[in-house]
């Protein structure tokens, strides 16, 4: 397989779901930056520290992964916004099993 030619990164806040959407529905390529010298201990192999990979998006062309980003984040705001609703919702449901 060749190598994609363009990456994008993916902030760690963004849900992995909508990140493996994106990939489905562009045609991306899903990787993972390569971590640090000093992310981890050489003697125990133990990170040093909270490490985690940041997500990376592979593509042919930049106009692809310019949309995929603009799918990403719309959609991480859709989910952010009904947080609130759901919330909401959820607290209604615990009130009305209490008061029985």
């Known amino acids: 397989m060749e190598e994609k030619k363009y990456a994008l990164r993916i902030p760690r806040a963004i849900s992995t779901g909508i990140v493996l959407e994106a990939v489905e529905k562009f045609g991306l390529v899903l990787d993972q930056e390569k971590p640090t010298d000093d992310a981890f201990d050489m003697s125990t192999g133990l990170p040093t520290k ?51």
Request: hydrophobic fraction near 35%.
């Open 50 to 100: 909270d490490y985690v990979p940041v997500m990376l998006l592979r593509g042919d062309s930049p106009e692809i992964l310019m949309a995929a980003k603009e799918y990403i984040y719309k959609k991480h705001e859709e989910w952010i916004d009904s947080l609130e609703d759901t919330r909401k919702m959820r607290r209604e449901q615990i009130l009305r099993k209490i008061k029985k």
